[in-house]
Structure formats: structure tokens, C-alpha cells
Nanobody, 115 residues
Framework: QVHLEESGGGLVQAGGSLRLSCAAS????????MGWYRQAPGKQRELVAT???????NYVDSVKGRFTISRDNAKNIMYLQMNSLKAEDTAVYYC?????????WGQGTQVTVSS
């Protein structure tokens, strides 16, 4: 059974940092391009960053230079290091594969950045 579990969110002041984790089970984690997504209130879910099985990364322009995505294929875990956080980064963050054919979505982890 597929299970994606996000953690590490919280409340942080603008300029602060958080590290999100995504623990995956029931999937061939290392075979997938994985991504972090976020959904802000009243907005559609958007793709924030992706990482291939070999560690190649890609980011949406709004987070380039501030966020770093990484993965540990041996542990089936993916990370998102978020620095210099801004109020507009406030959202629920999810992990899933990319670019589509999604697994069942996890609960997500809430990130709230106060200005």
C-alpha cells in the first residue's frame, strides 16, 4: 500500500528556515522522479521542486536560490530545505512523484511564514 508522509512544517518568521521530510513506503522510490508541491489557501496546487533518481534538481523560479531538494534512495526519504522564507511561501506542502500519474496524496505539512 502506497504511503507518503510529509513532516517538518511549522510556524516561522520571514527570513527563517525549515526542513521538510517526505517518507515513502509501498513504492519503488528510487525509480521515480519525486517532487514537492504546495497549495496555498484559495490557490491550485503547484509544483515547487523536483529531483531525479540521480539527484538532478529543478525549481520553480519563485524558490530558486532559497530552497534545496534532495533525496536518500536508501531510506526512501526526500527533503526540502527552505531558507529565507517569505510570507508567500505559506502553504500546505506535499510530496509525490512527478510529472503526473500521482500516488495517493498524503496529509501534507503546513508551513506558515509570518511577516
Amino acid at each position: 500500500q502506497v504511503h507518503l508522509e510529509e513532516s517538518g512544517g511549522g510556524l516561522v518568521q520571514a527570513g527563517g528556515s525549515l526542513r521538510l521530510s517526505c517518507a515513502a513506503s509501498g513504492i519503488l522510490f528510487s525509480n521515480n522522479i519525486m517532487g514537492w508541491y504546495r497549495q496555498a489557501p484559495g490557490k491550485q496546487r503547484e509544483l515547487v521542486a523536483t529531483v531525479t533518481r540521480f539527484g538532478l534538481t529543478n525549481y520553480v523560479d519563485s524558490v530558486k536560490g532559497r530552497f534545496t531538494i534532495s533525496r536518500d534512495n536508501a531510506k526512501n526519504i526526500m527533503y526540502l530545505q527552505m531558507n529565507s522564507l517569505k510570507a508567500e511561501d505559506t502553504a500546505v506542502y506535499y510530496c509525490n512523484r512527478s510529472p503526473g500519474d500521482f500516488y495517493s496524496w498524503g496529509q501534507g505539512t503546513q508551513v506558515t511564514v509570518s511577516s
